[in-house]
């Protein structure tokens, strides 16, 4: 499945469009002009509009003859690499939550479909939350590990708060390498929350589970 955005004729993202980090690229899809319901033609806007032409595209990559290159026996995946790779890059530099990878390509994707020397597609891009929070508490100095989903992330952010009964006043994330820890959070006593997500440049994940620790004389995880 391609999570495909909608664009205007002029290369905005159209009104109506889904956004988020599931988006993979961005096909024309206001006012275009196509068959109606009970016959004729006329204009109509929508994702229904733009998924078609994404699908289109990934037609004639199939249909110029692209390779099963990582030799697993289909090739959607090089298919969608191809897609991917050849859209042109809209809204914020390389892949954002707006128009994914870009707009959709079909002339540069068909080259590159057409090429015996083009190179195998990198593994399927995944980007989902981390998962596995866990951490221990020593005084006042928190230390949490997480599992890591995604194979495209640039980094990580932390967020973390005190808890109030059933809620949190969260903080603002704060910014982490590309790694699976974060140690040394200094904090006051208390009940604190702590949640990650990754982060692709402006794209972020969905926050991990929330991960509960009390800081003070009788710390630990809760």
Known sequence: MIAVASTTSTDAISSFSSTGPAVEVAAPGSSIYSTLNGGGYGYMSGTSMACPHAAGVAALILAAGVTDANGN???????????????????TAGRDNQFGNGLINAEAAVILAFDPNAPPPPPAPIFNAPSNLAGTASGSTVNLTWQDNSNVETGFQLQYGLKNKNSVSWGTPISLPANTTATAVTLGNGKWAFRVRAVNGTAVTAYSSVFNVTVGSKGGKK
Do not use: K, M
């Open 73 to 91: 026996g289909r090739r959607n995946d090089e298919a969608r690499w191809i897609l991917s790779t050849t859209a042109t890059d809209l809204g």
